[in-house]
């Protein structure tokens, strides 16, 4: 049963393809009760967060250090980040482990890992729907077509590694 | 994984030619100081010639196969020059070499571009390649053919000399140097390393100008050759210098004004069999000696002179001021990034070793077969540990690169500055074999560059400055460097006019640097201490040699992120001397783990002087600052917690401890809660995020997942010591840049 509706939804998913164009793989994931989601081109790594190294005098972003495989990564806290309101760590908190180029890896801590998404450049609008001055760091809306009435935040990470 | 992503093969090849060609060009800048100390004494060493004529070679030949056309277009003109210099044809002049030294800097600057940094250096390449073109035509004949004449050799044999073989036997005739004619008889089976052999024990004492086959040998298997060389040695000497079976030495005699023309029967000949046998001989001996000069670059050297620039070499450490800038690094090219990725492992395996420990303490004092476990393991983790300390210091080898790596180029800006200011500087170094990181030579060259510049505009005097006031006419800045204890010092050292307090106090107070009251607070440490400030520099007119709106501030700056302190001393009239303090090593280091709280922090043993309990009793405050009784003296106390604002927990012990630091001749007292111990541990630095942050010199992973933070204390020191003017001054002009 489980084989059958892989095969269906793979089927599906060539047809989507083929219809769509080009297709960009987006990591769907939860702050403070919203959907946000970044390519997943750009994650490396998703975690549990390990016991974090806070630094004193670090910007209020950084939580801290932890370390991955003897790699010293930089944690920031996105709900900080974003000014939403803090929670504590639970069993579904995650890092994503983001390249931030000059083989530096940045983690980014979040609520709960949700999916993969598959969208077209048809089910993604520009940040410039929202209205008005959006931060640098939305890069726009998804609406997957096939599961009505979700919505992704789309993020564009450099600003966000750039200036913690 | 995000690691070693998917690079091009392309990418690859390119990187090598880039390090490849850097490599060359270093050599270069080399080649030539070396070309331009001996100009001065009025020597030109042919050898060093080739060399540089080899080296472009092979640039060229580098540059065309990677399709660097302009770095290619610039070779094939300097090849042509040099190769007119090899030959005679061009004069080696003081001229000639700044073109050679302004190559080498183009040829830095094109490899910047092609590593994808800076601008194309267009229209300086066409100006030198112009400039080379001129050269090239103005090239005379090599002169003093006549003298060659004068001696009794063989017009047989002077009929196969090639051009440039000729043309170092009129060169040699004319320095006055004897002439040998040397007949060696090899067997065929070891000629090439008899050969070398020889060679190798005629160089000192002279120059190999040809060397033929005679075509006669005592059987099929001996070949004989007839080597003529030029010495200024005298005959007995040489035969006791190159010593061998079959060798025999004559001197090629001058002919007396009145001898015939024809050449005379001389006593060493051959039999005339082999005299005739020489011609036909000649034509693939030509084409051989022709290579083997010019055309090789992957002939050996084996230039015994050499021999005392190799690091560690024994008994060369004094020596210092002969030391030549010529360092032959025999070293293996090692990517950085791979020794990262080797050190990331080393660390892990550290990480396991710490669990192995912790796992065999756990496990003993339990059963017996549990015991036995413990003990076992235990074992093997005194045989890790013995071959991870040898991996460790393996690696840590690899790592480590002689200073004169960076001293070379300081050498060639020293020359460019002195050549184009009215200045003479003698740059005199002593200890560019000392050893450190390959990561901190990299980032020393530019700080100490700029310390040099400094020394020369504004510490050396115009030579009649310097008459004025009896000093040398040319002025020396020496550059020391020397291990001390896990430190390497290097001090940048010249005899220039010294720093006038009273006129940095001056022109401090005019710039509104310090107010007149804070100057008079200022002991004269501080004082010399407000060249570092941000900002500060002591000439009316920022001139294109150091005063160019960033100063010191950014040497200190660059020092201080390498782990170092920089120190300054200067007597008027007599001199100044800048010391940098560094670490050797910025990848494992001894630390004392301390707690602050509930978090463990790692201080560098290397700054430990030694750790005692806080008797709060001795505690006095002076001026807003902590101040501790250690034995009769005072000591500054700086308490972590506070500083950091790490939240206090609950002890059992109330008592606090305090560990003494010391950077350069400052000392501190740093408050903590708790010693937990000493560990080997391997600092990584703390990402680009996080490098504002001062105080921390990186991380370390402890072996159970957690992270400590490692106390950067030069920095630490020198933000709790700084006077409170000048911190604010700090933080006023870091507030106004943002």
Redesign the interface.
């Known amino acids: 049963m489980a084989a059958l509706v892989k095969a269906r939804s793979e089927k599906r998913a060539v047809r989507r393809a083929g219809d769509g164009g080009r297709r960009v793989e987006y990591l769907a994931f939860v702050l403070a009760g919203e959907t946000y989601a970044v390519q997943l081109a750009h994650v490396?790594?998703i975690r549990r967060p390990?016991?974090i190294?806070?630094?004193?005098?670090?910007?209020a972003t950084?939580l801290?250090?932890?370390?991955v495989?003897?790699?010293?990564?930089?944690v920031?806290d996105l709900r900080r980040r974003f000014s939403l309101p803090e929670a504590p760590i639970d069993r579904k908190t995650r890092v994503l482990?983001a390249?931030?180029g000059?083989?530096?890896?940045?983690g980014l801590l979040v609520d709960e890992v949700q999916q993969v998404w598959r969208l077209s450049a048809e089910e993604i609008e520009p940040s410039s729907v929202l209205g008005g001055e959006q931060a640098a760091h939305i890069a726009g809306i998804g609406r997957p077509a096939h599961a009505q009435g979700s919505i992704l935040i789309l993020l564009d990470l450099r600003p966000i590694?750039e200036s913690? | 994984m995000v690691e070693g992503g998917g690079r091009e093969g392309g990418d690859k090849a390119r990187d090598e030619f880039l390090s490849e060609a850097q490599e060359l060009v270093d050599g270069l800048g080399r080649d030539l100081l070396q070309l331009d100390e001996g100009l001065k004494r009025g020597r030109v060493d042919a050898e060093l010639i080739n060399d540089v004529f080899r080296a472009v070679h092979t640039l060229k030949g580098l540059s065309g196969l990677f399709g660097a056309t302009r770095m290619a277009g610039l070779s094939h003109e300097l090849e042509d020059v040099l190769d007119d210099l090899r030959l005679g044809r061009v004069e080696l002049s003081p001229g000639v070499l700044d073109m050679l030294f302004q190559a080498v800097t183009l040829y830095g600057r094109i490899l910047a571009v092609e590593s994808g940094e800076g601008e194309e250096p267009a229209p300086e390449v066409e100006q030198l390649l112009v400039a080379l073109g001129e050269l090239s035509q103005r090239r005379a004949g090599g002169g003093g053919a006549g003298v060659v004449a004068q001696y009794e050799l063989d017009p047989g044999l002077l009929g196969v000399l090639t051009e440039y073989e000729e043309h170092r036997l009129r060169a040699n005739i004319q320095q006055g140097q004897s002439l040998y004619r040397i007949r060696v008889r090899f067997s065929l089976s070891t000629i090439d390393s008899a050969l070398d052999d020889l060679k190798a024990k005629a160089r000192p004492h002279g120059e190999i100008i040809t060397y033929l086959p005679t075509g006669s040998g005592a059987d099929i298997d001996t070949v004989e050759l007839e080597i003529l060389m030029a010495s200024r040695a005298g005959l007995e000497l040489l035969r006791s210098a190159i010593t061998g079976p079959n060798i025999g030495i004559e001197q090629v005699r001058r002919r007396s004004p009145a001898a015939p023309s024809f050449p005379p029967p001389i006593q060493t000949s051959p039999p005339p069999a082999v005299r005739e046998s020489l011609a036909p001989a000649s034509v693939t001996s030509r084409e051989t000696s022709s290579v083997r000069v010019g055309r090789d670059p992957a002939e050996p050297k084996q230039t015994p002179s050499l021999v005392p620039a190799l690091p560690k070499a024994p008994g060369q450490a004094g020596a210092g001021r002969e030391l030549s800038l010529r360092s032959v690094s025999q070293t293996v090219r090692v990517d950085i990034r791979k020794l990262d990725r080797l050190m990331t492992v080393v660390g892990e395996l550290a990480i396991v070793k710490t669990a192995i420990a912790n796992l065999a303490e756990r496990a003993r004092g339990r059963v017996v077969e549990a015991r036995e476990l413990a003990v076992e393991l235990a074992r093997l983790n005194r045989t890790f540990e013995r071959h991870l300390a040898q991996m460790q210091s393996g690696i840590l080898e690899v790592r480590m690169v002689p200073l004169g790596q960076a001293f070379d180029k300081l050498a060639r800006v020293v020359r460019q500055i002195s050549r184009e200011h009215a200045k003479e500087v003698n740059l005199v170094i002593t200890g560019a074999e000392t050893e450190i990181d390959k990561l901190i030579v990299e980032e020393l060259s530019d700080p100490l560059m700029h310390m040099i510049r400094n020394a020369i505009d504004h510490g050396i005097e115009t030579r009649d400055e310097r008459l004025r006031v009896a000093k040398p006419p040319v002025g020396t800045i020496a550059l020391n460097a020397f291990q001390k204890g896990n430190h390497v010092v290097i001090e940048v050292e010249d005899d220039g006019r010294g720093m006038d307090p009273e006129a940095l106090l001056a022109i401090a107070v005019q710039r509104g640097v310090v107010t007149q009251e804070e100057a008079r607070e200022l002991g004269p440490r501080e004082v010399l201490a407000l060249v570092f400030m941000p900002g500060f520099t002591t000439k009316e007119i920022a001139t294109d040699l150091s005063g160019r709106g960033v100063g010191l501030d950014v040497v200190k700056t660059n020092i201080s992120r390498l782990g170092g302190v920089v120190d300054i001393t200067s007597d008027l009239g007599i001199g100044t001397k800048m010391t940098i303090t560094l670490p050797i090593t910025l990848a494992i280091i001894h630390v004392l783990l301390v707690e602050i709280g509930a978090r463990l922090f790692a201080i560098p043993l290397a700054n430990v002087d030694e750790a005692i309990a806080l008797d709060e009793t001795q505690v006095r405050t002076v001026e807003g600052r902590e101040v501790l009784t250690v034995r009769g003296a005072s000591l500054p106390i700086c308490r972590l917690g506070r500083l950091f604002g790490v939240p206090a927990v609950e002890r059992e012990r109330a008592r606090e401890f305090v560990v003494i630091a010391q950077v350069g001749n400052r000392r501190l007292g740093f408050g903590v809660d708790e010693l937990v111990g000493q560990q080997d541990i391997v600092i990584k630095p703390l990402g680009k995020s996080l490098a504002k942050v001062r105080g921390f010199a990186g991380a370390t992973e402890l072996g159970d997942q957690r992270v400590a933070l490692v106390i950067d204390v030069a920095a630490l020191i020198e933000e709790v010591l700084a006077p409170a003017e000048t911190r604010y001054l700090a933080t006023a002009v870091e507030g106004g840049r943002a």
């Open positions: 490396a790594e390990p016991p190294t806070e630094v004193p005098r670090a910007p950084v801290g250090v932890i370390s495989r003897g790699r010293l990564v930089t920031l482990l390249d931030a000059g083989g530096e890896l940045i590694l913690p």
